[in-house]
């Protein structure tokens, strides 16, 4: 059996925001199956970007399944006005440690999927005893904070040993990564077992978004 068509979720931070209308409607028309949504705190991050608010502006404009990628220090305050404001998936990370299982918790108790994060610096070990509860593995292959940043190859091998772990244990989580997806970096991910490419500065920079996600899944 062939491995599913790979998932490709533009990311809005790279958007044109002046033109946002504009933009959500460049994806919904370039194939791209999720639209994703990177919030930043201030905290967690060195950047501020979009809130529960902007996610309701966001959703009537299309009917994308919307993923949300909280890269935030109190996600617990967030959790709910996101999923009111129309989010399918959220995603914490897995940096906040011990608060992991609760937020988790929460998260399905809103009845949105939920996702894990973890970024470059830190072990899969840090989120394999929650693999078996998550729908969606986002590994960072950029330091989280900006987009337009160069795809991390020594991240490669993380991805190849989730893909592994999925295997061994039989779970079913996805795998998104996240950062520097280009037509460059995206054949390695997907040969390392990645379902779903978070991609924005490639997308919203390209003339034709739907040749560029179609490139990213060939
Ligand atoms: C980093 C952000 C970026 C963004 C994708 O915190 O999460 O990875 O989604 O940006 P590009 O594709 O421009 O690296
Ligand atoms: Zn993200």
Redesign the pocket.
């Known amino acids: 059996m062939s491995a599913p068509k790979p998932i490709v979720a533009p ?1 809005l ?2 958007a044109d925001l002046a033109q946002l209308g504009r933009e959500v409607e460049r994806v919904n028309r370039s194939g791209a199956e999720w639209l ?1 949504l ?1 919030v ?1 705190d201030g905290h967690f ?1 060195p950047n501020l970007s979009f809130g529960p608010d902007f996610a309701r502006t966001v959703r009537p404009l299309t009917s994308l399944f919307l993923d949300v ?1 909280l ?1 935030c220090d109190r996600p617990e305050i967030l959790i709910e006005p996101f999923r009111r404001a129309g989010a399918d998936s959220i995603t914490v990370h897995g940096e906040l440690r011990d608060r992991v299982p609760e937020l988790l918790e929460q998260i399905k108790k809103s009845g949105a999927k939920s996702g894990l994060a973890v970024n470059p610096d830190s072990s899969l070990e840090l989120v394999l005893p929650y693999l078996k509860q998550i729908d969606l593995l986002l590994i ?1 292959t ?1 330091h ?6 160069q795809f991390l190859t020594e991240v490669v091998p993380k991805i190849q040993a989730a893909a592994r772990e999925r295997r061994r244990s039989g779970q079913a989580f996805r795998i998104e990564v ?4 280009d037509h460059g970096s995206a054949p390695q991910c997907l040969q390392a077992g990645t379902d779903v490419l ?5 997308l919203f920079n390209s003339d034709n978004m739907a040749e560029a996600v179609a490139g990213l899944r060939s």
């Open positions: 990311s931070l790279a994703h990177d930043m991050v990628h890269m960072m950029v989280p904070g900006f987009g337009g940043q996240d950062g520097g997806v978070v991609a924005g500065s490639y």
